[in-house]
C-alpha cells in the first residue's frame, strides 16, 4: 500500500509539460505513419482470407520498436529524474519516511507505468487507426475481422522487455548526471549508432543494448538472420541480455543512491 | 529528553578538511532553538547530518533519544524540515505538491487544504509553483515541513524572502506550535528575529560550537564587556580619571564631547560616574550601547 502511494506521488510528477509532449509527439508519429503508409498502399491491406488487423499491428510495433522506442524511454528517464534534480528536491524525498531504496524503485516503477501506459493508448490508437481505414476504405474489411489483440500484447510485451536494458542504463546515468543534456545526449547518440549496428547484421548487435528493440523482433526492416538470435522458449537471447542488463544497472544505481551525501 | 543531540560530530565534504569539529549541539525539548552562525559557519551542514542527509566521520546524532542510524528513515514522521530555499516542482501546482508529499507521508487528504489555509495560500492553491513570488515558495516550504503534523520541526533561513508581515505570520505561526509542545530548531541570520522567538541558542563558528544556552546564560553573557557613551564637559580631564581606574578607552569624539568605555560588569558604571563628578567633570549623558544579540553574536564569531 505504501509503495503504491509512492508510486501515485512519483506519477503526479510525471505532469510535467515536456514528458507529455514527448508522449504526444511519440503517438503521433506512429499513428500518423501507421495511418499515412497504409491510406498510400491501401491495396496491399486488402488481401483474400487474411487478417487486416495484423499488417497495421506489424507496422505499429515496428514504427515503435525501431524508431521510437528508443528515443521515447531516453527522453523520458532523462526527464523524469531531471524533474528532481531540478526542483532540487532530493534533500526533501530522502527526509520522507520511506528508505532510499522504496523510493528510487517506486520512481522506475512509475516509470514503467508511464511506458505501459503509453503503449495502451499506442494500441488504442492502432485500434482506432484500423476503424478509420475500414471507414475510409470498406473493402479492407476491419470491421469484418476481430483485432488479434493478444498477438498485440505479445508483440509489445517483447518490445518492453527488449528495452529492459536501455531503460537500466539511462535511470542509472540519470541519477549519476544531474544536468538533462549529459543522459539525453548520451541516448541520442547511442541511438544512432544503434541503428547502424542493426543495420550491419552482425553479432556484435547482441552486445550493444540500444539495439535490441531493433533486432528482437522481425520487423521487416532490418536482416537479422546472422546476428545471432536464439530463443529459449517465449524469450529470445536478445531479450534475456536486455534483462541482464537491467539488473545490473539498476543495481549498481540503487546502491550509489543509497550511499549518496545529498549536500 | 532532548529532542536533538548531536554529540562530537565531525565532518568534512572531504579527507582531513573537516568542516565541523567535534560539535555538541544539544535541543532540549519543546524549545525554540536558535542556530546562529555566519554565513559558511555550518548551520546547514548540521541540519544536514541532523537529517541524515550527509553521514558524520565520527560521532552520533540523536533525535527523541533514539540513534538515527538505528530509526531511520522511520524518525522522519517525527521530523518536518526546510532547507535553505524551499524545493518545490515548479511545474505543478500548491496542492499537487502537497499530494506528493501527502503520499509519502500517508497524511489525510483533507490536511492539505489545512496547511495550505495555515500559511495564507488556500487561494492560489491550482497556481503554478514556478509562478510564485519567493515569499509564497518559502510559506508553501513551510506548509510541506508541517503537512504531517511533526513533534521536530527544523527551519533552516525560514524568513528568507517573507515581507514583514510574512514574518510576523511567521512567528504567529512557530509560537502557536511551541505552545502545542512542539521543539523547533531554527536557523537564522536575522538575529532579531531569533532574539524575539528562541528560549535557547547555539552559536557556531567556523564549524565549532562556541556557546549553547538559554537566553538567561545569554542575559549575564550581556551584562559583561558592555559599552557606554558618557557625554562631558572636560574630556581630557575625564579621559584621567577613567585611565585611573584602568577602563578602556576606546574612542573619543572631541567635537561632541563624547567618551566610549568598555567595562568588565555593568556594576563598575557607577564608580567611574561617582569618581567623574568627585573630579568636578560634569556628566551630560550616560548611554549604554545596547548589547543586543547581534552585537554579542558578533563579538562572539569575531
Redesign the interface.
Known amino acids: 500500500m505504501?509503495f503504491f502511494?509512492?508510486i501515485?506521488?512519483e506519477l503526479?510528477?510525471l505532469?510535467?509539460?515536456p514528458i507529455l509532449w514527448l508522449m504526444g509527439f511519440s503517438l503521433c508519429s506512429v499513428l500518423g505513419l501507421v495511418l499515412i503508409s497504409h491510406i498510400l498502399d491501401i491495396n496491399n491491406v486488402v488481401a483474400l482470407g487474411k487478417n487486416p488487423w495484423t499488417k497495421v499491428w506489424t507496422a505499429g510495433v515496428s514504427i515503435f520498436s525501431v524508431f521510437i522506442a528508443n528515443p521515447f524511454v531516453i527522453m523520458l528517464i532523462s526527464a523524469a529524474v531531471f524533474?528532481e534534480h531540478?526542483?532540487?528536491?532530493w534533500?526533501?524525498?530522502?527526509?520522507?519516511?520511506?528508505?532510499?531504496s522504496h523510493l528510487f524503485y517506486a520512481k522506475l516503477s512509475a516509470i514503467i507505468l508511464f511506458i505501459l501506459g503509453t503503449i495502451v493508448v499506442l494500441s488504442l490508437g492502432l485500434l482506432l487507426c484500423g476503424y478509420i481505414l475500414n471507414f475510409i476504405f470498406p473493402e479492407t474489411e476491419f470491421g469484418y475481422y476481430t483485432p488479434p489483440v493478444l498477438k498485440l500484447i505479445s508483440k509489445f510485451t517483447h518490445t518492453v522487455i527488449s528495452l529492459l536494458g536501455v531503460i537500466g542504463i539511462h535511470y542509472f546515468l540519470s541519477h549519476r548526471f544531474k544536468g538533462f543534456l549529459v543522459p539525453a545526449s548520451f541516448g541520442v547518440i547511442a541511438f544512432i549508432v544503434a541503428i547502424i549496428i542493426g543495420a550491419l547484421n552482425k553479432p556484435i548487435a547482441l552486445y550493444y543494448p540500444y539495439t535490441y528493440p531493433i533486432v528482437s523482433q522481425e520487423h521487416n526492416m532490418f536482416r537479422t538472420n546472422n546476428v545471432g538470435i536464439v530463443d529459449y522458449g517465449w524469450l529470445n537471447n536478445v531479450e534475456v541480455f536486455s534483462i541482464i542488463w537491467f539488473v545490473i544497472f539498476i543495481a549498481l544505481a540503487n546502491v550509489l543512491e543509497v550511499k549518496k551525501?545529498?549536500? | 529528553m532532548n529532542a536533538i543531540a548531536m554529540q562530537n560530530i565531525s565532518f568534512g565534504y572531504r579527507k582531513n578538511e573537516l568542516v565541523l569539529s567535534n560539535i555538541n549541539i544539544n535541543v532540549p525539548n519543546q524549545s525554540i532553538y536558535g542556530f546562529l552562525g555566519a554565513n559558511g559557519a555550518g548551520k546547514t551542514t548540521s541540519i544536514r547530518l541532523i537529517l541524515g542527509l550527509l553521514k558524520p566521520a565520527s560521532g552520533n546524532v540523536f533525535v527523541f533519544g533514539e540513534d538515527i542510524k538505528k530509526t531511520h528513515p522511520h524518525h522522519f514522521n517525527k521530523i518536518g524540515s526546510l532547507i535553505e530555499n524551499p524545493s518545490l516542482y515548479g511545474h505543478l501546482s500548491a496542492e499537487d505538491n502537497l499530494r506528493i508529499w501527502s503520499k509519502f507521508f500517508n497524511t489525510p487528504k483533507q490536511r492539505t487544504a489545512e496547511v495550505l489555509e495555515l500559511v495564507n495560500l488556500g487561494d492560489a492553491k491550482k497556481k503554478k509553483t514556478a509562478d510564485f513570488s519567493t515569499g509564497m515558495k518559502q510559506r508553501l516550504g513551510l506548509a510541506t515541513a508541517l503537512l504531517h503534523d511533526p513533534q521536530l520541526i527544523i527551519l533552516d533561513e525560514p524568513t528568507n524572502g517573507l515581507d514583514p508581515m510574512g514574518i510576523i505570520k511567521l512567528r504567529e505561526i512557530l509560537n502557536q506550535l511551541r505552545s502545542e509542545g512542539k521543539t523547533i530548531l531554527l536557523s537564522s541570520h536575522i538575529l532579531l528575529e531569533v532574539e524575539k522567538l528562541v528560549t535557547q541558542i547555539g552559536i557556531i563558528k567556523d564549524g565549532s560550537i562556541v556557546f549553547e544556552g538559554n537566553l538567561q546564560q545569554l542575559q549575564e553573557i550581556k551584562q559583561k564587556n558592555i559599552e557606554v557613551i558618557l557625554k562631558v564637559d572636560e574630556v581630557e580631564k575625564a579621559f584621567e580619571i577613567i585611565q585611573i581606574q584602568k577602563k578602556s578607552i576606546e574612542e573619543s569624539i572631541d567635537k561632541n564631547r563624547k567618551i566610549k568605555i568598555t567595562l568588565d560588569h555593568e556594576n563598575e558604571l557607577p564608580n567611574i560616574v561617582k569618581s567623574l563628578v568627585n573630579a568636578d567633570v560634569n556628566i551630560y549623558e550616560v548611554s549604554p550601547i545596547a548589547n543586543d544579540l547581534e552585537k554579542m553574536f558578533l563579538s562572539i564569531t569575531k
Open positions: 505504501s502511494k509512492s501515485q506521488a503526479i510528477k505532469k510535467f509539460p524533474i531540478q526542483s532540487n528536491t534533500k526533501y524525498l530522502y527526509t520522507t519516511p520511506k528508505n532510499r551525501q545529498v549536500s
